[in-house]
């Protein structure tokens, strides 16, 4: 039984190397811990990549806030207020017409015609 394991040794010796004990317990416990364990290295970079993606959640929320509230600071003016209100909900006065032309949508309009000519 040594006799072939002794003749795999001469014809290639770096196996010596690979067949000692302590070689074969430092590769099972690196093969535990990359793949294997809880608290493996793959569950590991799943969890980093989870993280940076809420970090960047969490920057992108914090200008919104931002922006928020200076909006809720403009909007304590009167004359901001009905600003607002005029460009958002189309609210008018009882003495005024308001007329809403939509741009975008002729020229869509007008771009589909043309290519169906």
Do not use: H
């Not at 099972?28 to 364990?37: A, K």
């Amino acid at each position: 039984m040594k006799n072939w394991y002794q003749n795999l040794i001469l014809n290639y010796p770096y196996l010596k190397f690979l067949g000692s004990r302590y070689t074969l317990v430092l590769l099972f416990f690196i093969v535990w811990m990359l793949f294997l364990d809880n608290q493996s290295y793959l569950d590991q970079r799943i969890l980093n990549k989870q993280i940076d993606e809420l970090e960047d959640n969490k920057t992108y929320y914090k200008e919104e806030i931002a922006k928020d509230q200076q909006s809720i600071k403009n909007l304590k003016n009167p004359g901001q207020t009905e600003r607002y209100a005029r460009e958002k909900y189309y609210m008018k006065r009882d003495s005024e017409d308001i007329y809403i032309i939509d741009i975008e949508d002729d020229k869509i309009k007008d771009s589909l015609e043309e290519a169906k000519k």
